[in-house]
Each structure stands twice: as C-alpha cells, then as structure tokens.
C-alpha cells in the first residue's frame, strides 16, 4: 500500500463510480464521507512508519512509479490532505441542500484527487498538466447542455489554459539555470516565463475578468468550490518552485513583484467590491483579496510567511462554503442576485442572510471571525517591512468592509410591515448554523487550527525554516 493510491487513485476511482449515481443524498452522504474518512486518515495515520492496529501491521509507502514518473506524498504533507480533504467535505455534505450534488460531488471529488496529484508529482513540471486536466474537468460543472457557456465560462478556460505554456516553458528554461546558475540571463528569463504563467493561474490584476463574471453565469456553489481549491493548491505548488530554487528564492526582485501583485489585488479586490451592486460579484472581488492576501504572506520573510499562509487556508475555505452556500438559497428565492432583487430578503431568508453577511465580514477581516487572526498576523508582519504597503492592505480591507455593510443595509430594507417567513428548510438552516458557528470558533480560538497547521512548514525543505 502507497500513500498515491490512498489519497490520488483511489477518491478518482470512487469519483468515476459516484457518476452512475443519480439520487442526491446518496452523492453527497458517499462523497463527504469518503473525503472525511480520507481526511482522517491523512492526519493520524503515519506515512513511511510502522503502523499497528490490534495484531495487524502495515506500513504506508511515500511514492509509486506510473509511466516512469514519481507520485511522492511526504510524511509531512498528512496535515495538508486533510486539509485538503477535510475542507472538500464540507462542499460535499452541503451538495444536497444546495441541489447540486449530481455536479459538484463526483467531479469535485475527481478534480480534488488531480490537485492533489499536481503537488505530488515528480518532476514537478508535469503538474501543470495535472492542473490542466482538472480545469478542463470544471467545464462540465459550470456549463449546462441548456444553454451555451457564458463569456465568464470561455474566458476562464483560455486564461487557465494560457497558464500551462508558460509553466512548462519555465520549467524547460529552470532546468538550464540549475545546470548553469551564471547564466543571468537565462535566469531573467525564466522567471519572467514563469511569472507569466503564474499571473493567469493565480488570476492576477487585470486577469481576474472571469470571476466576477462567472458569478453571475454559473451556480455560486460550484464557483465557490472551484475559487477555494484552484488557487489553494496553485499557491502551495508556487511554493514549492520558490523552495526548489535557492537563486529564485533569494531574489529581492521575486519577494517585490509578489507584494506589489498581492497589494494590487487586494486593493482592487477590496475597492471593486466596494462599488458593486451584485452580491455574486463581490463574493468574486471577495475570492481576489483572499488571493492576495496569500501573495501578500509568500512576499514576507519566508519563517514568518509561510505559517501565515498556511493560517489563511482554513478560513478561505469555511468563509467561501458559507459565503456560496448562502448566495445559492438567495438565488433560488429571486430572480438575480443584483441589489433591487434581493432587497428585504433578510425577513424571508434570513439564515442566507445572516450567513451571506457573517462569510462576508470574515473576508474582510472582522474582529472575532475567521480572518481576523490571519489578517491581523499579516498586517503586524507587513508593517514592519513597509508602512506604505500595510496603509494599502488597509484600503483593500475598508473597501471590503464598505461591501458588506452594504450588503447588510440591502438585505435588511424590508418594509415597515412585511412579515417574516422562513424559506430555508432544516437541513439548510442547520448548514448555515454551523458553518457560522465554525466561523466564530476560528475567529476566537485559532489555536484549535495552529495546533495542526504548526507541521506544515516542515514539507518544504527551505521555506519556514
């Protein structure tokens, strides 16, 4: 037994049965428990040591060899798939309240297993396809044989697509700089390749145009889904290129262009957010910020960055299932999701509501909610390194909290004399509960995280050291 087949074949294998399942409840009750007993298995179970239960014995072996090439899960990364796994649960189990179990439960489990495939690999350059099969798979989730693809759908095809050319290009080019690490134009070279290819995978200032869009285009489950697991894995693979290479690592030109990319993002994604007056959209502007944010921690000295970004990943993750989760009950109660439509629908929906605007809060930083500690341990760090850059963090925050005010001031305006009516059923409304309740847990005891978050540092080689 290898730890590739637990965690890679064996959830792409359950993925393609769970395709000849048409009842929801069965799809997302087999679908979220298979990624929590994945999970748990990732976090208690040691990779490459003797394992012992009752008079059995086994060991879990790190690699396995497909097509002369290595899938290598190190011990250290046990914490990470349960992350990984742990948080793509929470999507499945809330499938069946949101109606979109026969969509997002056997593919998003099946684009989870080629995510987690693409930071296993060796050599790494085939990553790239790995993520490239898994944007392709996101196609079937996001379209419908109803209606032709929207131009958020397209745009976010070709831009994802754009990406893999310039990663396998860069990663051509880094070969030669490790056979001749003189070479200063070779080195030039290749990091602006690479950087290229990262800027359209990371949706990077002005090439985020698809995410709004697709907000409006496509169920905000499944959009929540996907601006969750892309970039969280996209940034722990660009992690793993910065840790790989010492003159890349080094580079003041690479820890500059990562803070002014996460500072552009988060103050475009905070003040675009600010001006909107669709709820979809700024849930879109929402998922910008977050991402710079995670820029914003690479961009620091990396003992204290990558604890911080590994801090953001556990809140992105609750933050955005509450946040689409709630968009999708508010969607199926009026016809868009634009300011006019869903004026005064705290009183008819109010656990959407108060879910929409709690995940909202959070993104924003609120004290005693989710991204409170992950912003405040940014921004204390960020500051010390450049005030200019910590003010303009500051913006970005502002505009998202202009958003949800907003927000709260649209949904609230219900006339004077309307009366209260509950159109969430139990299993919705006890969804969004806990996910609140899990959102003020992270906020005032982040320490229940750190505890697990602490070894991560340690499946880099050079990064958190």
């Known amino acids: 037994m290898n730890a590739p087949t637990i965690w890679i074949i064996l959830p792409a294998v359950i993925a393609v049965l769970l395709m000849l399942i048409n009842n929801q409840r069965a799809l997302s009750l087999i679908g979220g428990g298979t990624a929590i007993l994945l999970a748990i298995f990732a976090q208690f179970v040691p990779i490459e040591e003797a394992f012992r239960l009752n008079t059995l014995s086994f060991k879990i072996e790190s690699s396995m060899n497909v097509l002369g090439r290595s899938l290598l899960i190190q011990p250290e990364e046990g914490t990470l798939l349960a992350l990984i796994y742990g948080s ?20 998003g489990l099946l684009i989870t297993a080629f995510m987690v495939a693409a930071i296993a690999v060796e050599p790494f350059l085939f990553a790239a396809l790995f993520i490239e099969v898994a944007v392709l798979l996101a196609i079937p989730m996001l379209t419908s044989i109803y209606k032709p693809p929207g131009k958020g759908i397209i745009r976010f095809l070709i831009y994802q697509t754009l990406a893999m050319p310039f990663l396998l290009l860069s990663g051509w080019l880094l070969a ?41 285009e496509a169920p905000p489950f499944i959009v ?52 909107q007056r669709h709820i979809g959209r700024i849930m879109a502007y929402g998922s910008v910020a977050e991402t710079g944010l995670s820029l914003l921690a690479l961009s620091l000295d990396l003992r204290l960055g990558i604890p911080i970004l ?9 933050t955005l299932v509450v946040w689409s ?26 656990f959407a509501s108060i879910g929409l605007v709690i995940a909202s809060l959070s993104t924003s930083g609120f004290p005693l909610l989710a991204g409170f500690p992950s912003r405040l341990a940014l921004w204390d760090s960020l500051a010390r390194v450049s005030l200019v850059t910590a003010l303009w963090m500051g913006v970005g925050i502002v505009g998202m909290f202009i958003a949800s005010f907003r927000t709260l001031a649209v949904l609230s305006m219900a006339d004077e004399y309307s009366s209260w009516d509950v159109s969430e059923n139990l299993l919705q409304g006890i969804m969004l509960g806990l996910g609140v309740i899990g959102i003020f847990v992270l906020g005032l005891f982040p320490q229940t995280v750190q505890y697990f978050l602490s070894d991560l540092p340690g499946m880099f080689e050079h990064l958190g050291r």
Do not use: C, H
């Not at 602006?192 to 290819?197: K, M, Q, V």
């Not at 690592?249 to 003040?271: C, D, E, F, N, Y």
């Not at 590994?310 to 609750?318: M, N, V, W």
């Not at 709630?326 to 929906?349: A, H, I, N, P, Q």
């Open 310 to 318: 590994f801090l953001l990943l556990p809140a992105r993750a609750l």
């Open 176 to 216: 030669g700089v490790e056979s001749s690490p003189g070479n200063l134009a070779l080195a030039a070279q290749s990091a602006s390749i690479l950087g290229l290819g990262f800027a359209f995978l990371f949706a990077i200032f002005p090439l985020y145009n698809w995410i709004p869009m697709l907000l409006e």
């Open 88 to 107: 793509a649960a929470l999507w499945f189990f809330g499938a069946e309240a949101s109606r979109t179990s026969q969509k997002i439960v056997p593919i």
């Open 325 to 350: 989760f709630s968009l999708t009950l508010l969607k199926d109660r009026s016809e868009t999701l634009r300011f006019s439509s869903v004026r005064g629908m705290l009183r008819t929906s109010p």
């Open 224 to 275: 929540g889904f996907l601006l969750w697991l892309l970039p969280t894995i996209t940034v722990i693979f660009g992690a793993g290129f910065i840790d790989r290479y010492s003159w890349l690592r080094t580079s003041p030109q690479l820890a500059t262009a990562l803070q002014l990319a996460g500072i552009i993002m988060i103050v475009t994604g905070g003040l675009w957010a600010a001006f």
